[in-house]
C-alpha cells in the first residue's frame, strides 16, 4: 500500500441483495465489505450466492494496484454490471471466488 492508502476487508454484518431490471441477481448474508481510501464501501459476494446464468462474461478487465486485475461480467443493455478478482493481491485474499456490484441493497 502506498502512505495514506488503506484497505480493510471484513464480514458484512448485513443482508445484501441486487436487483436488476427486476430479477434477484444475488442475494447473500455471507457478503464482505471492503472499504478503501477514496471510494465507497463495496460488497464482495460469494460467487455461490450470484445468479451468475443471468450474467455474460465480458472482455473488459482492469488493473488495480491494491487488488490486481478484474473481470467483468454484463446484462443485456448494462455492460460491466459485475466484477471480480480471480487472482486477487495478497492483502485482499478474501476477495477471490467474490463478485461485487455497482449497487446493491443493504439491509
Known amino acids: 500500500m502506498t502512505a495514506g492508502h488503506r484497505i480493510t476487508l471484513e464480514q458484512s454484518e448485513r443482508h445484501v441483495r441486487v436487483v436488476h431490471g427486476g430479477e434477484v441477481l444475488a442475494e447473500s448474508d455471507r457478503a464482505l465489505v ?26 473488459t478487465r482492469t488493473h488495480c494496484p491494491f487488488k490486481g486485475t478484474a473481470s467483468y461480467w454484463s446484462r443485456p443493455g448494462t455492460a460491466d454490471l459485475v466484477w471480480a478478482y480471480p487472482d486477487p493481491k495478497p492483502d485482499v485474499a478474501g476477495i477471490k471466488d467474490h463478485l461485487c456490484f455497482y449497487e446493491v441493497e443493504v439491509r
Open 34 to 59: 471492503l472499504r478503501e481510501t477514496g471510494c465507497p464501501p463495496r460488497y464482495y459476494i460469494p460467487s455461490g450466492d450470484v445468479r451468475l446464468d443471468l450474467l455474460t462474461p465480458s472482455d
